[in-house]
């Protein structure tokens, strides 16, 4: 095959072409093709008499998530094949909205006799096409500091086949297995059998096997995943897995924000799993805030994505028996809870962010160097080829529909926590705050909600100008006295993220470092990253960039 410069960008290395050759399409060996790979692109051309721009596809390798070369079963066949997978933006039909759609180009390589020399070529061009595409790979977005995994990656896949519409195990094997298989990453699936049983195995896993930990299900099993990690001895290490999602649940907060945060317009259902797909074989690895979480009574928890009381919380959890209407049951429970509007009475106090606080880094802020597993392990699946194995489990939903009973052992405090770093801002709940925290004056509340992702679900943008870590709670309460009305169009606008442009006097939203509620009424809900928590006093910490989550 020639190596050849492109004559009208003779100046520009950009578009140098470093590969060159002439191979027919493997679906019709009656046309042949002129094929060229520069730094960004792959150049298929059709060696045919119609106009150029016809028969011209420039293929972004941005784009690209794999690239192999193999020979057939047939031994009187000595030609090699050359496969590259893509995932371009493209609009759908009779729509404005973009979206990545799956793009297979093969090619017949059977320029020489030898059968091995063909397949040689061909793991050339394979070669080239993966070393470009992960080039390409900014390792910065937006100023975030990003690391790659390794290649080829392994990865632990938890499925709940129970979450949103119960269809999880079914987008696994429509979407999911293949793009993983064109990307060339081994992984092993585990299916959920009951409530914990990921806190569990986690909690005990040996994770040098694993370059990630991937969950396919709503937010819920997720909240299992890194409380486990931090009930480790090891949890230092432990939470410096990188984390992967993607949405099989019902709200699928977190997955609609990684999709967010990639820059990409909105999209929803199995769109926005092939976009979260995508960005999951892509393998850059960015810093998450995590935020300790402290009752009244039992250990500390650790959420990724919320705190809420009132209103959203009531939703949340009333909804559940809309669950077989996916994304839609929000909006049912919605329209439910506007029609029997409550008021909660509390006292809330927080401690304010400042620019400084966007600037600084903790222990394991933006500036700390980015570790991924990488440890082999005799145990650990060979990376040899992209197979899975799969632990098969009886099923049932992971997500509790009953508030959570804690145990009944007094709360240690942060300092002596068995698991996780030691909050600094916070006090005892049953001290006093500090003379720097700001005390809200209202006492009547419809609802209070602390978020640290962008998303609050898939159609849902209520915390725009958040990303993965930058180190605040981005909080949200809505005095009593809203309209119904005024509460709708506030909702309405969060689908667009333009909520808080309606000027609506009794909507406050603050940046804050930390948080602590008492409810005072004698009923009510909270939720931590969707699950039910304990009801009573409650406070929040932010550890900036404590997790590692894979974003693309």
């Known amino acids: 095959m020639d190596q050849r410069r492109a004559e009208p960008d003779r100046n520009n290395s950009i578009n140098l072409v470093s590969l060159y050759g002439e191979f027919t399409l493997t679906a019709n060996r009656k046309v042949r093709c002129a094929v060229s790979l520069t730094e960004r692109d792959l150049i298929v051309q059709r060696l045919t008499s119609a106009p150029v721009g016809r028969n011209k596809v420039m293929l972004s390798l941005k784009d690209c998530v794999g690239c192999r070369a193999y020979r057939e079963d047939d031994n009187a066949d000595p030609a090699a094949y050359l496969a590259a997978h893509f995932y371009p933006l493209r609009r ?21 006799q030898d059968p091995r020399a063909n397949l040689e070529e061909a793991e050339k061009w394979a070669r080239a096409v993966r070393e470009r595409s992960a080039r ?3 390792l910065k977005r937006d100023g975030v500091s990003m690391s790659a995994l390794s290649r080829p990656s392994r990865m632990m896949l938890l499925v709940n086949p129970q979450s949103g519409k119960g269809q999880a195990l079914t987008l696994y094997y429509n979407h999911v297995q293949p793009m993983l298989s064109e990307a060339g990453v081994t992984h092993t699936l585990v299916i959920t059998e009951r409530q914990n049983h990921a806190r569990e195995l986690v909690k005990e896993a040996d994770l040098s096997q694993w370059d990630a930990l991937v969950i396919m299900s709503g937010d819920g099993l997720l909240f299992e995943v890194i409380n ?21 649940g019902s709200g ?6 990684v999709h967010h945060y990639s820059g990409a317009s909105l999209v929803s259902t199995e769109e926005l799993l092939v976009s979260c797909g995508f960005l999951l074989c892509q393998g850059l690895v960015a810093h998450m805030d995590l935020i300790s979480i402290h009752l009244s009574s039992g250990p500390r928890l650790f959420s990724f994505l919320s705190l ?19 994304a839609a049951r929000f909006t049912v429970g919605t329209m439910v809870r506007l029609a029997s509007l409550r008021v909660y009475k509390g006292k809330l106090a927080y401690l304010p962010a400042t620019e400084d606080d966007h600037s600084e880094d903790e222990g394991s802020g933006n500036n700390t160097t980015l570790r991924c597993n990488s440890q082999a392990s005799s145990l650990a699946p060979s990376r040899d080829s992209p ?11 992971n997500n509790s529909h009953k508030v959570r009973r804690t145990e009944s052992t007094p709360r240690q405090s942060a300092s002596k926590a068995p698991g996780g770093p030691p909050d600094t801002l916070l006090p005892p709940l049953d001290h006093p705050l500090p003379s720097d925290w700001v005390v809200v004056q209202e006492e009547d509340f419809v609802l209070m909600l602390a978020m640290y992702q962008s998303h609050l679900a898939e159609d849902l943008l209520a915390a ?12 949200f309460y809505v005095r009593a006295g809203i309209s119904r009305a005024a509460l709708l169009k506030m909702f309405l606008a969060m689908e667009k993220g333009e909520h808080l442009a309606t000027n609506c006097q009794h909507v406050v939203h603050a940046k804050v470092r930390a948080l602590r509620l008492e409810p005072h009424s004698p009923k009510g809900t909270i939720t931590v990253d969707g699950e039910v928590v304990e009801y009573g006093p409650v406070q929040a910490e932010v550890h900036r960039g404590l997790a590692r989550l894979i974003t693309g």
């Open 387 to 397: 197979c899975q194995n799969t632990f098969h489990n009886s099923c049932h939903s």
């Open 92 to 112: 759908r039909w009779m729509s404005s909205r973009v979206s990545r759609q799956r793009a297979e180009h093969c090619f017949r390589l059977a320029a020489l």
């Open 464 to 475: 725009p100008d958040a990303t993965s870590d930058d180190g605040v709670i981005h909080m």
């Open 228 to 248: 486990g990690l931090l009930e480790r001895p090891d949890w230092e290490e432990a939470v410096r897995t990188p984390l992967g999602i993607l949405p099989g």
């Open 136 to 138: 390409l790979q900014s």
């Open 308 to 326: 809420a009381w009132g209103f959203v919380a009531d939703v949340d959890i009333e909804s559940e028996k809309y669950r077989h209407a996916g």
């Open 252 to 257: 699928n907060a977190l997955a609609a924000s």
